[in-house]
């Protein structure tokens, strides 16, 4: 019986389909284990080989986990709002739904084609109404929710209006206006509108004025990953900054629990500095500088306090609310210019390292509160708006950049000794000139800071501050594809729907055009935005909708219970199955979904809905595998194709070729030209007979032709050979090129396990015989060997270790049950369709799938015999194998014995023989 993995794959997937083989119950007396994949966004390009890395690795656990007696929760579904499939609707014609449904398929059947183990009936999809009314719900308990900084939590909205009722704010700092101070008398003397607006600045999901980054071609705000170089990522289409009203997540109130967060889960120490560093806390203080001939003044953050005495000038950010009031009538044009570029500059090309610098001189000073100099006001792209106050005091002495913009604006620089910011010269000096007060007297830094931070102060010009880099999150989108908001504005006023009135569904709308002033396509449904209500009263619903993070911020709940109508997930059920036990995705989404996700959790743990507050134990990256690219080199003018190994003899560009009608790096000439008609008549100049193309690793991307499909691959050689293939690519978390060709090793390796089993001409030749001792030995290393693998998914050392297992048993030419028997056990997370079948062939009841885990025996891996190195006067001349236990002179007798021995005695008798037990053995004549 040969090896036909198509029949007997498609056999187990129905099978498996039939019998509910993956069904998971939420009601085991088993230990539970949560594997969850980072779900897909379902494009219409389908999956290349590349996606599946983390599904296998994930699947390969989960299935692990089950035959070590675990109820293991495994599921799957997609990420299906967001702008791709919006702007595919703009340019095909065909409504987001119906694209995400097409696409939604073809992902399925690549998935069930590859032999994962998802509990199907478990399947979401974030942009159906069953699933968004929940996500809908979710954000009602943001926004109905503040956040207690007493308690370090957050509480229901009429808790704080019951606070302002009897004490005002006087003990509840406002998040969104500090300054913001009132009693309960002026609190219960304020109308509702009032009430509501002062509300509205301590709400964890709320509306605010802010810059944003507008693209007017699709009609969109984008984030700051979304813009490269002042264009959109998607289509190159310019992005101005805007001032729109938006939703936001107010995340800066959990920042220090997000940070203590870290502590307590299982990411890389890189990942977590990712978030450390997005997060950015710092501790310093706050300085007030009056701006000279003026009322205003600018406060400055400054984690260096004591730094205040080598100010030399001060620079705003260009959005600064007071770089209008402050120009002067001098230099209004150039700010105004000034103001104009920055205006399509990306946040990340404004962060990066300055290599052009640029700014431009308000015509206003600021006065040093110390000291009482005029110091020069100037505004500049690196100083962001939105971070700490939008404005700094630059000390030349003490930081490269502001060194840098001085030198460039030759704004004078009084506190420096030569003309460079390096080398020790400057670094003292540095430190002379921040302690050149009276009061600092060559303090240490810690000691001076703490000094200037009291002085500031007992002056009423500042005080200590910690500050965060992370700003609120951005939770608003100028789009149709994604959830509505549950929101009406009864005169403006924003208010929750009813939660028995959700889902609010979306409108169908035949164009997606943007709104009038930038505002979603949903603004053109004017009967769909517009609600019926009472003379004098306007009552309309929110025209923009969520972003893509909102759904994924939370389904990991939702896997848990899926059909539930009532709730999102019962409080039991969450209680349950608790934190994923193992999430596998990529760093890509370090400080988007994670910290959403994070964030939200910790806001319904705290709300009470469930009982845990980080959503996810252990999470590992997986790396990206690579497209090898192949090349052709065309004889630049001609429709000549030259061989790599000659291409240095002609003029010629670089091409690049799909890689799928590459063997190797020997190209199909013929299915060149039938590939694209411009190549139709193509023309080759060969080495060696063959044309050999060149090669180079990137991105798989369809614009590098270097994508291959899983599909193709598992028609070939089957799912069980493509699944160990890429976990032998190396470890999950790696990079690593994909290579077609290496496939066929893998599947040459499951070809040989089958012959184990099958004989071509005899049939299945597994016996009920007693194993061996070394059949036994080397079962049993497998077994320590794969157990450890799995546990720390080192996937791809365990294929090896199957590959050596395999080795050595067709050597043994074992054929034993017992042993057969349980490698299957051990190899069916990698091959489970083989392995099905083998079992059943074997004369077994029951699924593979619900076998125990073999358990490792120490005794069968204890070496009983040492190989002796014997040497005849020092000189070493053979080895013996002799039992540990066996003593000196049983030792002896076998040494001379041995006919090598024998030999260099030349008849003499030995004068002693050394034995050290465990080393060596040599004779003496």
Not at 262 to 290: H, T, Y
Not at 311 to 338: C, N, R
Not at 436 to 446: A, E, I, T, V, W
Not at 785 to 794: G, T
Request: hydrophobic share 35%; aromatic share 12%.
């Amino acid at each position: 019986m040969e090896y036909n993995f198509r029949q007997l794959e498609r056999k187990w997937q129905d099978h498996w389909v039939k019998s509910g083989a993956y069904k998971v119950s939420n009601d085991s007396s088993k230990p539970k284990c949560y594997v969850l994949d980072m779900f897909p966004y379902p494009s219409g390009a389908g999956l290349h080989v590349g996606h599946p890395l983390g599904f296998i690795a994930s699947d390969i656990y989960s299935r692990y986990k089950r035959l070590k007696g675990y109820n293991v929760l495994h599921p799957m579904g997609y990420d299906a709002f967001g702008l791709p499939a919006e702007q595919y609707a703009i340019e095909t014609g065909q409504h987001p739904a119906v694209t995400t449904e097409a696409n939604i398929k073809t992902f399925r059947k690549q998935l069930d084609n590859i032999g994962f183990s998802y509990d199907w009936s478990r399947e979401i999809n974030t942009s159906e109404p069953a699933y968004y009314k929940w996500t809908q719900h979710i954000f009602l308990q943001l926004f109905g929710s503040w956040y207690n900084r007493h308690a370090a939590k957050a509480e229901s909205i009429e808790t704080l209006v019951r606070i302002f009722e009897t004490e005002g704010n006087l003990h509840q700092d406002c998040p969104g206006d500090r300054g913001l101070r009132f009693s309960a008398d002026t609190w219960n003397g304020w109308t509702y509108e009032e009430q509501q607006q002062t509300l509205m600045e301590y709400r964890l999901a709320y509306l605010a004025y802010a810059e944003v980054n507008w693209c007017p071609a699709l009609g969109t705000v984008l984030a700051n990953d979304e813009v490269i170089n002042g264009v959109s990522e998607r289509g190159g289409h310019p992005v101005i900054k805007k001032k729109m009203r938006q939703w936001f997540l107010r995340i800066t109130e959990y920042a220090d629990r997000l940070l203590e967060g870290l502590e307590s889960v299982q990411f890389s120490e890189a990942m977590k500095d990712m978030q450390r560093n997005w997060i950015g806390k710092s501790q310093g203080a706050e300085i007030k500088f009056n701006v000279a001939g003026s009322l205003d003044n600018i406060v400055v953050y400054t984690t260096r306090p004591d730094t205040i005495f080598g100010v030399d000038f001060m620079v705003l950010a260009p959005e600064h609310e007071l770089v209008e009031s402050i120009t002067s009538g001098e230099q209004a044009k150039a700010v105004s210019d000034y103001r104009e570029y920055v205006q399509s500059r990306s946040e990340r090309e404004r962060m990066a390292e300055v290599k052009q610098i640029t700014g431009c001189f308000t015509g206003a000073y600021a006065v040093n509160p110390f000291d009482g100099r005029k110091i020069p006001i100037w505004i500049s792209e690196y100083v962001l708006a939105g971070y700490g106050t939008g404005a700094i005091m630059a000390v030349p002495c003490g930081d490269a950049r502001d060194f840098g913009f001085a030198k460039h604006f030759n704004i004078p620089i009084t506190n420096i000794i030569g003309d460079a910011f390096n080398g020790e010269e400057a670094n003292a000096t540095k430190d002379a000139v921040l302690q050149n007060s009276d009061f600092l007297n060559g303090k240490p830094m810690r000691e001076a800071m703490d000094l200037v931070t009291e002085k500031i102060e007992q002056l009423g010009i500042g005080r200590r501050q910690i500050n965060f880099r992370m700003r609120d999150a951005g939770f608003s989108r100028q789009r149709y594809w994604g959830e509505p908001f549950p929101i009406v504005f009864r005169n403006g006023v924003p208010e929750a729907m009813d939660p028995a009135d959700l889902p609010l569904e979306l409108p169908h709308v035949e164009n997606y055009r943007p709104g009038e002033e930038g505002e979603g396509p949903l603004a053109n449904v004017t009967e769909w935005v517009n609600l019926p209500s009472e003379p004098g009263t306007s009552l309309r619903r929110e025209t923009n909708t969520m972003p893509g993070y909102a759904g994924s911020s939370w389904y990991f709940l939702r896997y848990m219970d899926p059909q539930n109508t009532e709730t999102f997930c019962d409080r039991k059920v969450s209680d349950y199955w608790g934190q994923v036990d193992l999430y596998i995705g990529g760093t890509e989404h370090a400080v988007g979904h994670l910290l959403y996700s994070r964030l939200w959790t910790k806001v319904l743990f705290d709300l009470g809905h469930i009982g845990f507050d980080e959503p996810y134990r252990k999470l590992v990256n997986q790396g990206m595998i690579t497209g090898s690219s192949r090349l052709v080199y065309r004889v630049r003018g001609t429709n000549q194709f030259v061989s790599a190994g000659l291409k240095d003899k002609y003029e010629t560009d670089e091409l690049h070729v799909d890689v799928n009608i590459v063997d190797g790096v020997e190209l199909d000439t013929e299915a060149f030209k039938k590939w694209r008609p411009d190549y139709s008549n193509a023309q080759f100049i060969l080495e060696d007979g063959k044309y050999l193309c060149g090669t180079i690793s990137e991105k798989m991307s369809k614009s590098k032709f270097n994508t291959v499909n899983p599909d193709m691959l598992v028609d070939k050689f089957g799912a069980d050979t493509f699944r160990m293939y890429e976990m032998f690519l190396g470890p999950v978390e790696q990079s690593k090129p994909w290579e077609t060709k290496g496939i066929e090793g893998v599947h040459r390796f499951l070809k040989k396990t089958w012959r184990l089993f099958f004989d071509e001409n005899k049939g299945l030749i597994v016996k009920d015989e007693a194993p061996t001792a070394e059949e036994l030995k080397t079962l049993h290393r497998t077994i320590r060997k794969i157990d450890e693998d799995c546990e720390r998914l080192s996937f791809n050392t365990a294929v090896s270790a199957f590959m050596v297992c395999v080795n050595e048993l067709t050597d043994q030419k074992c054929s034993k049950k017992a042993v057969l028997e349980q490698l299957l056990i051990l190899l069916t997370p990698y091959a489970p369709h083989m392995c099905e079948e083998l079992w059943q062939a074997i004369g077994n009841s029951g699924s593979v799938l619900d076998a125990a885990f073999p358990v490792f025996e120490e005794k069968y891996v204890v070496e009983s015999v040492k190989e002796y190195p014997v040497s005849v006067n020092g000189k070493l001349r053979t080895t013996i194998n002799i039992a540990l236990d066996a003593e000196a002179a049983e030792v002896e007798k076998i040494a001379l014995a041995n006919e090598v021995v024998q030999k260099w005695l030349e008849g003499k008798q030995p004068k002693k023989i050394i034995f050290v037990k465990g080393k060596m053995i040599n004779v003496v004549i």
